[in-house]
Each structure stands twice: as C-alpha cells, then as structure tokens.
C-alpha cells in the first residue's frame, strides 16, 4: 500500500463556512486524526446529517453520505454493521442531533455499535439564520434572537450518559491538537463514542465567543480525572464513578472541563450479535451472501 500523506484526506473542494467558524478546527482535527491512524480512505465512511456541519463530508477525501436532517445516526449504525470492518464516524450540529434526531440519540445508545459520534454545538440553527439550538439556556439570547430563549438547556453529556453510550467525551473547536487526540481516542474505543465539541458560531452566537471559551476551558485528565469504568465494580465503586462523572458533567459557567468523562467496557452490539448469527462478523451483509448468516431465518424467529 503507498504510505498516505495528511494531503491524501482533504478534498479538492474548499469549505465555505463563515470566516472565524469552529467547524474548521473541526474539519482539521479529524483529517489529522486519520491520517496519524493510518485508516485507509476506501474503506472509511463519514456521514453527516443537515446543517453547517453538515458539509464536512465533502472536505474529506474519504466516503461520504450526506443523510437526512436527524438521521444520521441510523444511516451510520446501518452501514456499519452491513460492514462492521469500516471505520465509521458520524457528524452532526445539536440541533441535528439533540433536536429532530433527539429520538435516535437515545436510541443508539442502546445499540453500542462500534462507531464515532462527533456533536459540534454551537447553541444555535447557524444554517437556517441563529435560531435556539436544544443546547442554548433558558433566558439566553444572542444577537439573533428578538427575544431571550423560552426554553431549558439540554446536557448533551448527561442525555449521553443515561443512554449507554460507552465513551464520553468533550472537546473545543478551537483546541485542534487537542481535538484530534480525542478523536483518536473515540474511535479507537470499542463500542459507540460521543464527542462533544464546543464550536464557536461568530455569526450568530455572541454569548459564548472564542474570547469567553478561552479563560474557562480546563482539561479533566490535567486534574488526576480518571474516566475508566473498568469490569467488575462493587455497586458502590460504580456509584462514586457515576457521581464523580456527573459532577463533571454539570460543571459549566466559571469552569468548564473538557477531555474523556466515561469509558466503559461493554459488549458491542456487533458481538451481541454473534449470538444470533454465529458467523458474523466475519460474514456480513456487504459481502452479499445473505444465504451465509441466514437473516431470513433470523428474521422467522423474532416473527410474532
């Protein structure tokens, strides 16, 4: 195989986000994730759902699908398991995926399936003219709307945690290096990881600017913060993990951590499967043999 340049995963194609956006950062911390991990392109699958970070497919030399508006998840999950030997990452705004697409965040996190969720949430639709996104605060407003938000803020992290997503993690958009450790990170985890990034929109969120990030963000792992859940815990291990993570997840305003809250070992939702069909992974729907694992009689069997 020819040894790949970080050139070989940009696309010809120039983003077109506003000047000073935090999907750039974005954009550059996961080019460079995967090139320093070495994926190879053709068999690498970025989907993404409707809005500004919708475009990020298309700035990467790698597969792309441009799904739906809150949809991307189920697209994702979907292809990774027809192939579970891609190396699958899923993109998306808040409002894509903790507002329409709020019903299959949960959802997934049921699943486990072995794939990277990034979040770029920058309180606001950005795509449709600044309006309140899922993650902007009750009585809150930026320059774009006419009166304060009427609605509470969602906690992308704790919404995450109670679901069952298995890796947990929040990152700043303007932190590249930072940022593509922490995708590294995510998918290299066995199971389904949640990126949170905080993203900067200098269009329409004047509130929380790249000025009012900068004096607060602090790393949890700069502070002893050790996010592993490891098997076999007392309940009452668990529940002093479990509370040391919400603590973190809350903390939010004077400081603000970022880095890696929760990671579980947990059975994927591809291993689980192997229950049902003895010969996956290793045959899989993409391959075309439907006949070799069955899927009919799989099918029959859970027919009510």
Known sequence: ???????????????????????????????????????????????????????????????????????????????????????????????????????????????????LYILYDNEVYGLTKGQAGPTLGLGEKTKSLPKPNPQGRLNPLLLAFSAGYTWIARGYAYDVKGLKELIKEGIGHRGLAFLHVLQPCPTYNDLHTKEWFAPRLYKLQDEGYDPHVPPGLTPEELDKKMAHFQEKALEWGERIPVG?????????????????????????????????????????????
């Open 260 to 304: 890696v809250f929760w990671k579980a070992e947990v059975p994927t939702f591809e291993e689980r499967l192997k229950a049902y069909l003895p010969r996956y992974p290793e045959v899989y729907p993409a391959l075309g043999q439907r006949e070799a694992l069955d899927l009919e009689g799989l099918l029959q069997e859970f027919a009510l």
């Open 1 to 115: 195989m020819v040894e790949l340049k970080l050139a070989d995963y940009k696309a010809e194609k120039q983003p077109d986000w506003c000047p000073g956006c935090g999907d750039y950062g974005i954009l550059s911390a996961l080019q460079m994730a995967l090139f320093e991990l070495k994926r190879d392109p053709s068999q690498t699958v970025v989907f993404s759902g409707i809005g500004c970070s919708a475009k990020t497919p298309h700035y990467l030399n790698v597969y792309g699908v441009h799904t739906l508006h809150g949809r991307v998840l189920p697209t994702a999950q979907g292809a990774k398991l027809a192939n579970p030997h891609l190396t699958v990452v899923a993109v998306g705004g808040d409002g894509d995926g903790l507002g329409i697409g709020a019903g299959h965040f949960v959802a997934a996190g049921r699943r486990n399936v072995d794939l």
